[in-house]
């Protein structure tokens, strides 16, 4: 049995000034809403007031949201326990919140589907590439991590999880989601909580990119690894898009398909191009990194 050494109680203490320590904090500061605490008493008003289009457009969305905020949920775990095997603490103490806040977000939009007194099976919303991303690739590539350690298996798990999951879809379909409610003047429940998760989010998908970035500081070759994968993702945003939108069809609060599809491919070129900035880096430029240089709320 491998001797332990406790960090804390020796010269090294924590690393308080390193980027996922100062995430830590910002969690610990602003990542504490209670999604029970939102009141939804006008978004049911706005519910019923919706017709049966719209209820549909407004369900596929969420359908969706609820069932990948639950995926992360279960997910998760084994890259926290591969975190902590390296003994990474900071890291670690991040990651409890990320997990809580995933957590909070599937309670969530629980509670909008309560509110609005849906309690069927939505499943037949989860499109086959929505299948395809969180019923297979999401967790093959977490619970990889159960048996295998390896810096190009850590950074597979965090590409499909921080980068596209979080990073492309989850941000793509937060923006349409935003903008259908924003403009058309309903569900302030609903917004609020988006509000939240955005915030939530930016923080996950960050450290994310800190993690990549480390990795590729330390070992090099993985920054091929990592853009050969999001290559390969990249068609599946655009699929799932194109099916989540009824290969193009305007929704019936009006949205065009065409402006969801720019932000994912924006986002997407985005993510790749804050990753490429950790080649030739030093690892104390990652650690000391900026949480604005990287897009944290």
Not at 29 to 37: E, I, M, Q
Not at 56 to 65: A, C, G, N, T
Not at 124 to 131: E, L, Q, V
Request: aromatic fraction near 10%; proline fraction near 4%.
């Amino acid at each position: 049995m491998q001797t332990r050494t406790m960090s804390t109680t020796s010269s090294r203490g924590l690393l308080e000034d390193s980027f996922p320590y100062r995430l830590y904090q910002k969690a610990k500061r602003v990542g504490t809403w209670n999604p029970a605490d939102i009141d939804f008493s006008e978004d049911q008003k706005d519910w019923q007031k919706l017709n049966t289009d719209q209820q549909q457009d407004i369900l596929r969305v969420i359908s969706q949201f609820q069932a990948g905020e639950e995926a992360v949920t279960l997910d998760l775990l084994p890259l926290m326990m591969a975190v902590a095997k390296e003994g990474r603490l900071e890291e670690e103490m991040f990651l409890t919140t990320f997990l809580f806040e995933e957590a909070k977000h599937t309670e969530f939009f629980r509670r909008v589907l309560n509110a609005f007194g849906e309690k069927g099976d939505l499943s037949h919303f989860h499109t086959p590439a929505y299948r395809k991303v969180f019923y297979e690739i999401l967790p093959g590539a977490m619970s990889r991590l159960e048996t295998d350690q390896s810096p190009e298996a850590i950074a597979g798990a965090s590409v499909v999880y921080n980068m596209f999951v979080e990073g492309v879809l989850a941000e793509t379909g937060y923006f349409f989601l935003y903008q259908m409610l924003k403009k058309s003047g309903i569900m302030p429940g609903l917004l609020e909580g988006v509000g939240h998760l955005k915030r939530d989010e930016s923080r996950h998908i960050g450290y994310g990119t800190f993690l990549l970035q480390r990795l590729i500081c330390e070992h090099p070759p993985i920054y091929e690894v990592v853009m050969a994968k999001m290559g390969e993702l990249g068609p599946l945003a655009i699929q799932l898009i194109h099916e989540s939108n009824l290969d193009g069809e305007v929704s019936s609060f009006g949205g065009n398909p065409e402006e969801s599809l720019n932000f994912a491919q924006k986002q997407l070129a985005i993510r790749m191009e804050v990753l490429a900035r950790a080649k030739g880096k030093k690892i104390e430029e990652i650690y000391s990194i900026s949480e604005s240089e990287i897009g944290v709320l």
